[in-house]
């Protein structure tokens, strides 16, 4: 005959403190266990506990003197079974999830010995629920029973512990206190690692004061609500199924009934029919004393019978009596009807209409149930916005429609998504920390490893990028004979217009027979006035196709007036909003390009608009600058033809020349560089360097240099439309905005005060992005110089050519030495430098900086740009 | 001193009268540590600015231990409430006030009404588990630090001449929840079977203190258990109904 383990009682601290220290010897060799050691373990121990539980149920109801045993048959049958079955395949040890491409990996890890707080009203089945969930997580258990409970609560632990330790557990992997006290039940909690608490509100409140992480759940009132679309047969018999349950112990289980004033007669009669009792005259003032003493629940009639509950009233009620029902109007706690009863005892209600249900179950919610459960019974299919009304309004974690809510609340019986659990979460309503059925995956530490990845970069362009002197009219073919274009608009501006430049567009247009209207009012800084002014223009005409034709200022406004005409609801400040990273924007973008097939010429060689994503428009009320930028932005075709640019006045060849240069630099020094866009900037800086003094010196006359500007400008736009740019384009907007000096030649103000910044090779912060691993930007100009092939023998000294090189090509062009030679006065320029350094910080180009600025170094750079020094 | 004129007669003390003071003589059996205690607890109480008696000395009377205090002269609300049943809303009023302004005061060196409770619930003689509820529930409350009087009722509060009312029997002063103070005050009405002055006196305290009811009547089966102490028969069945209450689950 096989011997009974005999296990050391623990009725003290010292004895407890023992316990404890074996428990967490055992439990650390447990973290050790493979998840199929462990799976092994679980069906083993679901094995033994399910064979236990008819003498485990007889244990509890012998002991506690509360409940059926047939029905906490049923309880333990779950708490094996269902519990089991929910969790036989969960992953629970180890790696969880793994993504090789991503770096990412999720590993679950026991949180140590978990205190287990075990209720009277459930005690063997929460106690195998519980030691279950542990052992499948690799988790200690400690249970601290209640004394009314204890013996069956710990032979139910013994039995799990018993079954699992033959299938390989580590001893003692699960212990109990024999001897309940206060002391030590809070001694528990402040040892244990995580405390699992299912109780009255004192014990979950003790678990979350005790300081260690607590999964608590609260105290439950649940009404249900009766429709007069409810099957009223259905409705009934499944209340009167799940409150006679276990004499009505089941947390979830309905403790009041509010039924529509037309089907309560209904309700009434079919309660009746079934044998539930209705209270009449003096008996229910009677029952009400005995269920609530001063406010709170007698602890005599929690889990019995209602005739035995009616006798302790003094009332007599048939020995089969199912449910005894207390028809009272008022929902305040005043009411012991209103009150949690854990009996077969309920409260009926009759509503005026649905509203005024909502109105008594959200009261009875608050009045002790914040969080648990609540139940509807209604039509379904024609009932929608009841049901969505009841659970907008319903303050609880489960929102229980057409089913016994005690069976329907723990999940897994009459709805099978529903998590199977015995510890019902109540959220933040019933100050818990779950708000859900508990289970495995509340009792895991689950570590995330992350493995350094780099970001997806991109290669973005026009459509369609027509190259080559003379090439408008060519590629202006395509409207007529394959995009079918019947209306365009020409966005330019007056010196433009007044100069003949549109007319091989309109000479074209007229001979496919396209109609067309000319928008020239666009002045330099295109104002919000004057986009709104060309968006109402298109409205009136309806184009399918825009022109722009012109500098960065014409193209810029054409891109407005295209977003304005295809959005008029779209709102400049949200689109001008600041990111971090354009893919990760809050706001989106407007699609664009339904209306109208945008078409940029440039007329000048720098800003490269004609295939950038981006635009800056003013608001000429404030003197706000927007920059726009997105891909919605991007022109659907470039076309660059180098005879639009023949006749550029000298100060804009060499201003704009010296800002696609910087636009090459800033792009290359990027952190968001590729290969792509290296190719392009190199390419574009040899050309400006051999270029642009010819373009500069030399003007109409020499078309070659003219071309060649041209494509270094468009190459130079689309490195920094994938790129993007860097401090020194933000220093220069600011510069510009503030000062009133051209684009390019603030650039070319800061341009050189960059290079020796961002060449530091111990910056003060370098920009965030996984492809800049390092400061590294030195190597990066030297890359430049070399490609230049400026000589040079060390990094620096190739970077000192570089700068002596960018000095020289700003010389022939005419380009100053310093601000203050432009004139800018020097009491303004530091009187609101302080506000510049801000603003250039702020602004969108700086993020792409491979050195992130201090403040203070961005005015160092200004000054010295100021005096030249 | 003089130890002639016999004002009252309590279990294990007498009270007299000497003149201008009023000396409480202590059975012989009597705990000296409570004694002291009782005294050093007026004499904390006395640094607030409530209207109550001052310790003139702590000595011995035929080797007996007695606290000598100032003598007021007056009734005691009590007997005023029984001479004038007319004035008992009023007189109510003024009763809930004065518990309301000692419950104000705040004095740190005071024992804590949690560990008074948790010490009467373990000797209250009930059985384990219902102890463990009451543990449990007490353990629960919040923590507050108000002055509790302890013994708060008519008879404790003497109304002078000039109509100034002070309150004596600082015995049992702790500090603590308002709620456990009401909820004893409560119960003791309960227990002179003035259980419609009870119904008035709750609604009033809950009225004139913003409290909730429910928060005076969880402290119910506790401030019963404690009473249990006493060990007086004639009280036990009230009391047990009053402790035998669950939490919910």
């Known amino acids: 005959m096989e011997k009974e383990k005999v296990y050391e009682i623990v009725d003290s601290v010292e004895k407890l403190e023992a316990r404890l220290a074996n428990l967490k010897a055992a439990q650390r060799q447990y973290v050790t266990y493979t998840q199929e050691q462990v799976d092994k373990i679980f069906l083993a121990a679901s094995t033994a506990a399910n064979q236990a539980r008819i003498p485990l149920a007889k244990l509890a109801v012998q002991e506690t003197g509360m409940g059926i045993v047939e029905d906490k048959v049923i309880k333990n049958h779950y708490a094996s079974e269902y519990i089991y079955n929910a969790y036989k395949n969960t992953k629970t040890c180890g790696v969880l999830e793994e993504d090789k491409v991503y770096g990412y990996k999720r590993i679950a890890e026991p949180v140590g010995v978990i205190a287990a707080v075990i209720p009277t009203t459930n005690p063997t089945s929460t106690a195998i629920f519980k030691t279950l969930l542990a052992l499948k997580t690799r988790n200690g258990m400690i249970?601290?029973?209640?004394?009314?409970?204890?013996?069956?609560?710990?032979?139910?632990?013994?039995?799990?512990?018993?079954?699992?330790?033959?299938?390989?557990?580590?001893?003692?992997?699960?212990?109990?206190?024999?001897e309940p006290t206060l002391e030590i039940s809070n001694l528990i909690m402040r040892e244990a690692d995580m405390i699992l608490a299912t109780g009255g509100p004192g014990m979950v409140k003790a678990a979350y004061s005790s300081g260690k992480p607590a999964v608590g759940v609260g105290a439950g009132n649940t009404p249900a609500i009766i429709d007069d679309t409810a099957d009223i047969l259905l409705t009934v018999n499944s209340i009167i199924h799940s409150k006679t349950f276990d004499n009505g112990m089941i947390c979830a289980s309905e403790q009041s009934v509010i039924a529509l004033d037309k089907v309560y007669d209904a309700v009434k009669a079919e309660f009746a029919k079934r044998n539930c009792y209705f209270l009449k005259g003096s008996e229910l003032d009677k029952v009400r004393k005995t269920i609530i003493i001063n406010g709170a629940l007698n602890a005599k009639i929690v889990g019995q019978s209602a005739h035995h509950i009616a006798a302790l009233a003094g009332v007599k009620v048939p020995e089969d009596a199912k449910i005894l029902i207390g028809e009272v109007e008022s929902v305040e706690l005043s009411e012991e009807f209103a009150h949690e009863k854990l009996s077969p005892v309920l409260a009926m209600y009759?509503?005026?209409?649905?509203?005024?249900?909502?109105?008594?179950?959200?009261?009875?919610?608050?009045?002790?149930?914040?969080?648990?459960?609540?139940?509807?019974?209604?039509?379904?299919?024609?009932?929608?916005?009841?049901?969505?009304?009841?659970?907008?309004?319903?303050?609880?974690?489960?929102?229980?429609?057409?089913?016994?809510?005690?069976?329907?609340?723990?999940?897994?019986?009459?709805?099978?998504?529903?998590?199977?659990?015995?510890?019902?979460?109540?959220?933040?309503?019933?100050?818990?920390?779950v708000s859900e059925n508990v289970g495995v995956k509340h009792l895991v530490n689950i570590k995330t490893v992350a493995q350094r990845r780099e970001n997806m970069l991109w290669f973005r362009t026009p459509q369609k990028v027509y190259i080559k002197r003379g090439c408008l009219p060519v590629a202006l073919d395509e409207l007529g004979n394959v995009l079918n274009k019947k209306k365009v608009f020409i966005v330019t501006d007056s010196f433009l217009y007044n100069n003949g430049y549109t007319k091989t567009i309109t000479d074209k247009l007229n001979e496919l027979g396209i109609q067309y209207t000319t928008f020239y009012d666009v002045a330099p800084d295109p104002s919000l006035a004057c986009a709104k002014e060309g968006a109402e223009a298109m409205r009136a005409f309806q184009p399918d196709c825009i022109i722009a034709l012109g500098g960065g200022s014409a193209m810029d406004a054409g891109k407005i007036m295209w977003v304005m005409y295809e959005h008029p609801e779209a709102d400049f400040m949200d689109m001008a909003m600041r990111f971090m990273d354009i893919r990760k924007r809050v706001y989106t973008f407007p699609k664009m390009g339904e209306k109208a097939y945008f078409i940029a010429v440039p007329t000048s060689a720098g800003t490269g608009s004609e295939v950038t994503p981006f635009a800056v428009i003013t608001d000429e009320k404030t003197g706000v600058k927007y920059p726009l930028a997105d891909y919605e932005l991007m022109p659907n075709m470039a076309i660059v033809d180098a005879d639009m640019m023949m006749v550029m006045p000298k100060g804009l060849t060499s201003a704009s020349g010296i800002d696609a240069l910087t636009h090459a630099l800033e792009s290359y020094a990027s952190m968001l560089a590729t290969d792509y866009t290296d190719g392009l900037g190199l390419k574009a800086m040899q050309t400006i360097f051999e270029y642009l003094p010819r373009a500069y010196e030399n003007g109409a006359n020499d078309p070659d240099a003219r071309e060649k500007m041209a494509n270094a400008s468009t190459m130079a736009g689309m490195a920094f439309a994938n790129a993007f740019l860097g401090v020194c384009h933000s220093m220069a907007h600011k510069?510009?905005?503030?000062?009133?000096?051209?684009?390019?030649?603030?650039?070319?103000?800061?341009?050189?005060?960059?290079?020796?910044?961002?060449?530091?090779?111990?910056?003060?912060?370098?920009?965030?992005?996984?492809?800049?691993?390092?400061?590294?930007?030195?190597?990066?100009?030297?890359?430049?110089a070399d490609f230049l092939k400026l000589g040079g023998k060390t990094d620096e000294e190739k970077l000192d050519r570089l700068i002596q090189a960018i000095e020289e090509l700003k010389a022939k062009i005419g380009i100053k030495k310093s601000i203050q030679e432009y004139g800018i006065d020097e009491k303004d320029f530091l009187d609101r430098l302080d506000d510049m350094v801000e603003q250039a910080f702020d602004d969108q180009c700086t993020g792409a900086n491979p050195r992130y600025p201090m403040l203070s170094e961005i005015k160092a750079m200004y000054l010295s740009a100021y005096y030249g020094k | 001193m003089k130890l002639q004129k016999v004002i009252a007669v309590r279990t294990s003390k007498t009270v007299y009268r000497d003149g201008d003071l009023a000396i409480k003589v202590f059975d012989e059996d009597y705990s000296k540590a409570d004694v002291l205690n009782e005294a050093l607890n007026q004499a904390r109480v006395e640094e607030t600015d409530l209207p109550i008696p001052k310790v003139i000395e702590v000595t011995k009377v035929d080797g007996k231990w007695a606290i000598v205090t100032e003598f007021i002269q007056g009734k005691t609300l009590a007997r005023l409430m029984s001479e004038n049943p007319d004035n008992m809303d009023e007189y109510l009023q003024r009763f809930v006030d004065i518990q309301l302004e000692i419950?104000?005061?705040?004095?740190?060196?005071?024992?804590?009404?949690?560990?008074?409770?948790?010490?009467?619930?373990?000797?209250?003689?009930?059985?384990?588990?219902?102890?463990?509820?009451?543990?449990?529930?007490?353990?629960?409350?919040?923590?507050?630090?108000?002055?509790?009087?302890?013994?708060?009722?008519?008879?404790?509060?003497?109304?002078?001449?000039?109509?100034?009312?002070?309150?004596?029997?600082?015995?049992?002063?702790?500090?603590?929840?308002?709620?456990?103070?009401?909820?004893?005050?409560y119960l003791l009405f309960r227990l002179e079977g003035e259980d419609e002055v009870a119904e008035k006196y709750l609604k009033l305290f809950c009225d004139r203190g913003d409290t909730a009811k429910q928060s005076i009547q969880k402290w119910l089966p506790i401030v019963a258990a404690s009473q249990l102490v006493k060990e007086k028969p004639e009280q036990r069945e009230f009391l047990l109904r009053w402790t035998a209450v669950v939490d919910y689950e």
């Not at chain 1, 004394?147 to 003692?172: F, Q, S």
């Not at chain 1, 050189?752 to 996984?770: I, Q």
């Not at chain 2, 543990?135 to 000039?162: A, Q, W, Y």
């Not at chain 2, 500090?175 to 004893?184: E, T, Y």
Request: hydrophobic share 40%; aromatic share 8%.
């Open chain 1, 143 to 178: 249970i601290s029973p209640h004394p009314r409970a204890k013996n069956c609560t710990i032979a139910a632990a013994k039995i799990v512990l018993e079954a699992a330790v033959a299938a390989g557990a580590p001893e003692g992997i699960i212990g109990w206190v024999d």
């Open chain 2, 103 to 185: 419950q104000s005061k705040r004095v740190s060196m005071l024992n804590t009404i949690f560990e008074k409770m948790h010490r009467k619930i373990s000797q209250s003689g009930l059985d384990a588990t219902t102890r463990y509820e009451l543990h449990t529930r007490l353990e629960s409350m919040p923590k507050h630090k108000k002055v509790c009087h302890g013994d708060f009722n008519p008879s404790n509060i003497i109304v002078s001449n000039d109509d100034v009312a002070y309150i004596i029997d600082w015995a049992h002063v702790t500090q603590g929840n308002a709620g456990a103070d009401a909820a004893r005050t």
């Open chain 1, 735 to 784: 510069l510009g905005a503030f000062h009133h000096l051209p684009h390019g030649i603030a650039n070319a103000l800061m341009i050189n005060e960059v290079l020796k910044f961002n060449a530091s090779e111990k910056p003060t912060r370098m920009g965030t992005f996984p492809q800049y691993d390092h400061p590294h930007t030195l190597a990066r100009y030297a890359e430049i």
């Open chain 1, 350 to 433: 009759r509503a005026m209409d649905f509203s005024d249900a909502l109105d008594k179950a959200s009261h009875l919610i608050a009045d002790g149930g914040f969080g648990h459960t609540s139940s509807v019974y209604l039509n379904t299919i024609t009932e929608g916005e009841k049901l969505a009304a009841f659970e907008a309004r319903m303050k609880t974690c489960r929102v229980l429609v057409n089913t016994p809510s005690s069976h329907g609340g723990i999940g897994d019986l009459y709805n099978f998504k529903l998590v199977p659990s015995l510890t019902l979460g109540c959220g933040s309503w019933g100050g818990n920390s």
